[in-house]
């Protein structure tokens, strides 16, 4: 589930190095960085959180950057639910014929 959120609010370089993760999850599994995690989230939300501070112009902004956050979160999900169930798809069955 980390993983899914750093593929979403990560840079365009680092997405693809957490891209290739997420779809090779069965064989790597790696412990996520949190450090990494964080900066790169906070890096992403500056601009927009910094006019929240604004008078009413913060309310708008605020508003507008949850609904883009969680359009993003939302996006990127689905999609890595999708590549999930298409690799467990083309896995060969594990059942035995008796």
């Given at each position: 589930?980390?993983?899914?959120?750093?593929?979403?609010?990560?840079?365009?370089?680092?997405?693809?190095?957490?891209?290739?993760?997420?779809?090779?999850?069965?064989?790597?599994?790696?412990?996520?960085?949190?450090?990494k995690i964080q900066k790169e989230y906070r890096d992403y939300l500056d601009i927009a959180k910094l006019l929240q501070v604004l008078?009413?112009?913060?309310?708008?902004?605020?508003?507008?950057?949850?609904?883009?956050?969680?359009?993003?979160?939302?996006?990127?999900?689905?999609?890595?639910?999708?590549?999930?169930?298409?690799?467990?798809?083309?896995?060969?069955?594990?059942?035995?014929?008796?």
């Open positions: 589930m980390l993983q899914v959120f750093h593929l979403a609010y990560s840079s365009s370089q680092r997405r693809k190095h957490v891209f290739r993760i997420i779809k090779n999850w069965e064989r790597e599994q790696p412990v996520p960085n949190w450090e008078p009413l112009v913060g309310v708008v902004a605020g508003v507008h950057a949850n609904h883009k956050l969680m359009k993003t979160l939302k996006q990127t999900a689905m999609n890595a639910y999708r590549l999930r169930m298409m690799s467990s798809a083309t896995k060969p069955s594990c059942t035995s014929s008796r």
